[in-house]
């Protein structure tokens, strides 16, 4: 029996095997409202049909009020998103889009997202890849789910070098001195949070901490991606 590890992998093989072609995506730590796959699938049907529909995921309840729930998204406002917007807006836990949208750009990086060495982004990587293509990312903020605070302050820490390896190789990948849009974005990102620094450090010592993490995170996974990349190719 052939055995496929990582989440990239698990979701190609649902959209391979599903019956329909409006496929709506969520996560085994998520918690619905009722209404809210009647409202994720009206916004894609009364939308273009190169348009990914994403709606709001708000923190669960953690245990004992000391848990975390890391991507969360909780805007008011409708919101349409096209073109290179510099920032990740797509959110695989409350999504909905058509299988065309897989024929035209392909599946999810395999490479990418947890189960593998590079345990994150492979949800940014394909909003991306969507945007570039010329679709569309609409986020309806009706359409709520629950992202379920089942992680510990100490994963959480971690989780965020973990993040930031994912995120770095995924701004690795398209690397390139032709086009330096994602150059110029993994350098923002790293700015920001330096600039950050000095006030965390005084204000919230530990959201700090998480920061160097992640932005050490970001730097080992972008230059781990370019030396599989060329073994990859030797």
């Known amino acids: 029996m052939n055995r496929s590890v990582g989440l990239s992998r698990a979701n190609n093989t649902g959209i391979a095997t599903?019956?329909?072609?409006l496929i709506v995506f969520t996560q085994d730590d998520v918690l619905v409202t009722p209404t809210w796959f009647a409202m994720l699938v009206r916004s894609l049907l009364q939308a273009?049909?190169?348009?990914v529909v994403t709606g709001?995921?708000?923190p669960g309840e953690g245990k004992a009020g000391e848990a975390f729930a890391p991507s969360t998204k909780s805007d008011e406002e409708m919101e349409i998103y096209e073109g290179r917007i510099g920032s990740d807006v797509l959110y695989l836990q409350n999504m909905a889009l058509f299988r065309s949208a897989f024929d035209e750009v392909g599946g999810f990086d395999p490479e990418l997202g947890p189960g593998t060495p590079f345990p994150a982004a492979e949800d940014n990587d394909f909003a991306f890849r969507i945007l570039e293509a010329g679709y569309r990312i609409v986020y309806n903020p009706h359409a709520v789910n629950y992202h379920r605070a089942w992680r510990s302050?100490?994963?959480?820490?971690?989780?965020?070098?973990?993040?930031?390896?994912g995120q770095g190789a995924f701004y690795s990948k398209?690397?390139?001195l032709k086009d330096i849009y994602m150059i110029r974005r993994m350098a923002k990102s790293v700015s920001g949070y330096v600039v950050r620094f000095p006030f965390r450090i005084l204000r919230d010592r530990s959201q700090a901490y998480r920061d160097m993490l992640y932005v050490a995170g970001l730097f080992y996974g972008a230059t781990q991606w370019r030396i599989a990349r060329r073994k990859r190719r030797t």
Do not use: M
Not at 48 to 51: E, F, I, L, S
Not at 153 to 165: K, T, V
């Open 18 to 21: 599903a019956r329909y072609d």
């Open 48 to 51: 273009n049909p190169r348009t």
């Open 56 to 58: 709001k995921v708000l």
């Open 153 to 165: 302050e100490q994963e959480y820490l971690w989780l965020h070098w973990n993040y930031g390896r």
């Open 174 to 176: 398209y690397f390139s």
